[in-house]
């Protein structure tokens, strides 16, 4: 689901095996090699990516969705980044270490940075990005909710911050690599998140390129940032052009007018394969897909209701029909591409078994009505889906809507316009059920998504509430040690399968579709990709 931080925004987008192993003045990891020789690399020439609606030119604005975070990732540079291994590497900070309690972490910045408008980059810059905004509670800046554990961050010198912490967060270096760019304190001191010539216009930035022009509607042109630290790109432009339709996606990439995208629509996977300027690439993903139950709804916080409900979904119908295979059947929210805490035991957890899902249903007092609708204190169990407009949903909603019928269960379908679903699922909460994704930093701290106190008003949509997997989230988030935390999240996974607090459906792979002349692109999806951009370069027809 995009990712929200204390409003859906936040949630989005919504997020690899980040091994991360933290312990007493360790310092981070070195930058990724560069991906394997391609030819040799030639400047020139443009990309368009599609997004599908106008960005907001702000990482931290509660109105900054999915289609902002493209372009956000190559604008604004984070402390760190998500590696080609997917572990945090550096990025505007050159090192990092942590105290002997995990309660402070010390960032070394990069000398020499400077913003797009020439002026340099400093801590009071993080400083600023962190203490004013993120942790500014009235402002209710987009992903906030990742950082409770920040108490604030600290100015050491010029060229050093230090994140003071309220109790150990071994992931924080993964989450500054998550939608975590710093911005300019200098711009953006008296409104920092509704500037609108910033937002909607022209930012100043730190990335490898720096908008040329927005234009409403249509496009944001990227030309490269000369003030940018690292190598030159390659590319001349990044143009991020406005295309709502997924079928006009495709003819465009068909007819080369477009050079890399996420394909959503997976049966078009054989017409993109077949064209000889593309390429297709699956790529794992940390990110699943699930059916929450609201737990303000005394139907579902009874556990045999929603493992009922898992065993009488077909989840494998699902990958195959929807997905064409591209997935697998989800049991807990640590994905297949987090090697090193994935435990692949759970995939047989909930077999489809409808007859099962009766059964459980029956213990849990629900009896046949009349009509087949099961009933219980003369109540039917019948309440209403939620379902945006967006990638897979609708069809995925329809499959569960049979699945559940053939049980007894009634479920009607609210389908609503994206923007309008948002608000009133995930800002209102005013939902019964609703189906959709998550992604999250390449890390297994998943605290924000479940912890008791993110319910109702953070990203834990369902408002589940359980001190036991409230204590297994705290260990984990403080665990520094690897094997410690391989063992905790292995415990967390097997929990969360046992009580289900979302009805966990499936890992999806992303399928890329990249333009043969695109080179330098690494092996990683679209979006973490985007960090890598000014690697990216066109070879000559």
Known sequence: MPHIALSWRQLSAA????????????????????????????????????????????PWSPNAFIESLFVNRVLFDGLTRPGKDLAPAP??????????????????????????????????????????????KDLGAQNRGNYAAV??????????????????????????????GIVPKHVLAADPLK???????????????????YTSGQSVVLVRNDSYFGPKPYLDKVVFTVVPDANTQIAQALSGEIGIMILDDKAAVARVKSA??????????????????????????????????????????????VELGYGSIANSAITPALKAYYD?????????????AKALLAEAGWTPGADGVLVKDGKPFRFTMDVGQKGVLEPVNALIQQDLKKIGVAADLNTM????????????????????????????DVFP?????????????????DPKLDDLLTQGQGAGDLEKRKAIYKELQTYMADKLPYLFLWYPEEVDVISASLKGVPELGLRDAMHYVGEWWMAKK
């Not at 600290?154 to 975590?180: E, G, M």
């Not at 500037?195 to 022009?213: A, C, I």
Request: glycine share 4%; net charge positive; proline share 8%.
């Open 15 to 58: 997020l690899f095996a980040a091994i991360l192993v933290t312990s007493a003045c360790a310092t981070s990891p070195a930058p990724a090699a560069a991906p394997a020789a391609q030819g040799a690399p030639v400047a020139g020439g443009t990309v368009t990516i599609p997004i599908v609606a106008d960005p907001t030119l702000n």
């Open 91 to 136: 990025d505007l900070a050159a090192s990092w270490t942590t105290s002997a309690d995990g309660l402070a972490w010390t960032f070394k910045l990069r000398d020499g940075v400077k913003w797009s408008d020439g002026k340099p980059f400093t801590a009071d810059d993080v400083a600023f990005t962190f203490n004013d905004i993120v942790l500014n």
């Open 151 to 180: 108490k604030g961050v600290t100015v050491v010198d010029p060229t050093t911050v230090r994140f003071d912490l309220s109790r150990p967060f071994a992931a924080l270096p993964s989450y500054l690599a998550y939608n975590s």
């Open 195 to 213: 500037t609108n010539s910033f937002n909607k216009g022209v930012p100043v930035s730190t990335g490898p390129y720096k908008v040329e022009k």
């Open 276 to 321: 000889s300027n593309l390429v297709v690439a699956a790529r794992p993903l940390v990110q699943y897909y699930w059916l929450a139950l609201n737990q303000t709804d005394p139907r579902f916080t009874d556990v045999r209701v929603r493992q009922a409900f898992v065993q009488a979904i077909d989840r494998q119908a699902i990958i195959k029909s």
């Open 344 to 356: 692949p035991s759970l995939a047989s957890r909930y077999p489809f078994d409808q007859a099962k």
């Open 417 to 444: 316009e994206w923007n309008a679903y948002i608000q009133k699922v995930v800002v209102r909460r005013e939902y019964t059920a609703s189906v959709n994704w998550w992604t999250y930093p390449s890390d297994p």
């Open 449 to 465: 998504y479940y912890h008791s106190s993110t319910a109702g008003k953070g990203f834990n949509i369902p408002g589940y509430q």
